[in-house]
């Protein structure tokens, strides 16, 4: 009894380490475009590349993170320093003006939090593992907070100015301590323990190249993310600026966002999309089509808010999908290299690769460029898609015949 009760309060202090986590990141995130072009006055092309070569530079630190974390296995440990970085690379960030030294300060903030999202993806496949909780109705946590973000910012904006809505988030974030303080390390089988200290990671890393099964998955699951991640962070900003949107209506969005990711992870039992894999991922490719044909032709900020609405839907269809992949085709003492490897690629890599190709075409092609470069990213997905299809057709008919 002692045991399930212990189980259950980390449950609810993870919940709210994700609630509170993603509300201060949430406002960070959406006036983050806002606050380097107003605030601190940096150029469109200063933006783009701020936001996209930042990531490309500390690739080689992303990789270093997943081997520790996956030699070590202390995710609470290195949750509450990522924190502490955020908190306090936010202070230096709101008080310095010189872009150089802006670029210094980012890079090292960009370091130091490259973590956080594996290390909380790891712990909530360590917590739904045991079935001692329901993975859509955690992560919901993380969902609410994220669009209670951009709501406070939408509600706040015209009254505080943008510096005082990141004092918010740093006070938010700094309450994510108190939760995560309760939370104890996770579990690993003795066995497993042993093998970590004497398994080669290079060979391990190679390894999980080889599995094919999850790399095409992953390839797929990469590309629908990335583009959404860029949209969120890039293309939606900049696009309600250069439309003259009222800056609190850039509030509005993470909010907006998330209404069908919050209905589809309350109803990710229901709905099986692990089990219905391939046909959710179709169905997330054609609305994401929809999405980038109209972002492309529009000129409207009103339509550029409601076609978000698609965002949360096919969020809401990745995440259960992504959670699987891992627990399914990856070996537990590489399940930690596995999320740095896909988080590394669709939150990293490819949409700062896409940020800064776009802020290159932004000028010459206008607005338009961004509906252009994410619908070809949708085809190439597209067509991977049906590559996965193809090979498990394969491989299906291959084993029956061995059989």
């Known amino acids: 009894m002692k045991n399930i009760s212990f189980k259950l309060n980390t449950i609810r202090s993870f919940s709210m380490n994700l609630l509170f986590n993603s509300f201060g990141n949430s406002v960070v995130g959406t006036i983050y475009v806002l606050f380097l072009s107003q605030v601190k006055g940096f150029s469109d092309k ?14 080689p630190s992303y990789i270093l993170w997943g081997i520790i974390i996956d030699k070590t296995k202390k995710v609470v440990l290195t949750n509450k320093m990522v924190i502490i970085a955020n908190i306090v690379t936010l202070i230096l ?15 090292i903030r960009t370091v130091l939090l490259q973590p956080g999202g594996m290390v909380n993806d790891e712990y909530l496949l360590n917590l ?28 706040l904006m015209d009254y505080i100015e943008i510096s005082g809505l990141l004092i918010i988030a740093i006070m938010s974030l700094a309450s994510t301590l108190l939760f995560i303080s309760k ?6 089988d003795k066995s497993l323990k ?16 080889k599995n ?30 250069k439309l003259d949107a009222p800056q609190n209506i850039i509030g509005v969005m993470p909010f907006i966002m998330i209404v069908f990711e919050l209905i589809l992870l309350l109803q990710n039992k229901r709905l099986n999309f692990p089990k219905k894999r391939n046909k959710y991922l179709l169905i997330g490719l054609i609305l994401l089509t929809i999405r980038w044909i109209t972002m492309g032709v529009t000129e409207s900020y009103i339509i550029i808010i409601l ?17 699987d992949m891992v627990e399914k085709f990856v070996p537990q003492n590489q399940q930690s290299t596995a999320i740095m490897l896909q988080t590394l690629l669709s939150s990293t890599i490819v949409p700062s690769i896409l940020n800064i190709i776009l802020g290159f075409l932004l000028e010459p092609w206008g607005i338009k460029s961004f509906g252009i470069v994410y619908l070809i990213c949708n085809v190439i997905t597209l067509f991977m898609y049906i590559i996965n299809l193809l090979f498990n057709r394969y491989e299906e008919k291959r084993v029956i015949f061995d059989k």
Not at 49 to 55: E, K, N, T
Not at 93 to 107: G, S
Not at 215 to 238: D, E, F, K, Q
Not at 307 to 323: D, E
């Open 46 to 59: 200063d933006v783009s590349l701020m936001v996209g070569l930042i990531p490309i530079i500390t690739i």
């Open 93 to 107: 960030l709101i008080y310095v003006d010189n872009i150089y030294t802006f670029f210094i300060i980012n890079l």
């Open 128 to 155: 739904v593992k045991d079935n001692t909780g329901s993975y859509g109705s955690i992560r919901t946590f993380g969902t609410v907070g994220y669009g209670l973000g951009g709501l406070v910012c939408l509600l």
């Open 183 to 188: 939370m104890p390390e996770i579990n690993i």
């Open 194 to 209: 042993k093998s970590y200290h004497k398994t080669k990671f290079k060979i391990e890393q190679l390894d999980l190249l």
């Open 212 to 241: 094919m099964k999850y790399m095409r998955l992953m390839i797929i699951y990469v590309l629908m993310n990335g583009t959404l991640a860029s949209a969120s962070s890039y293309a939606i900003p900049m696009i309600m600026i």
């Open 307 to 323: 076609i978000s609405i698609i965002h949360g839907a096919v969020a809401g269809i990745l995440l259960p999908i992504q959670n």
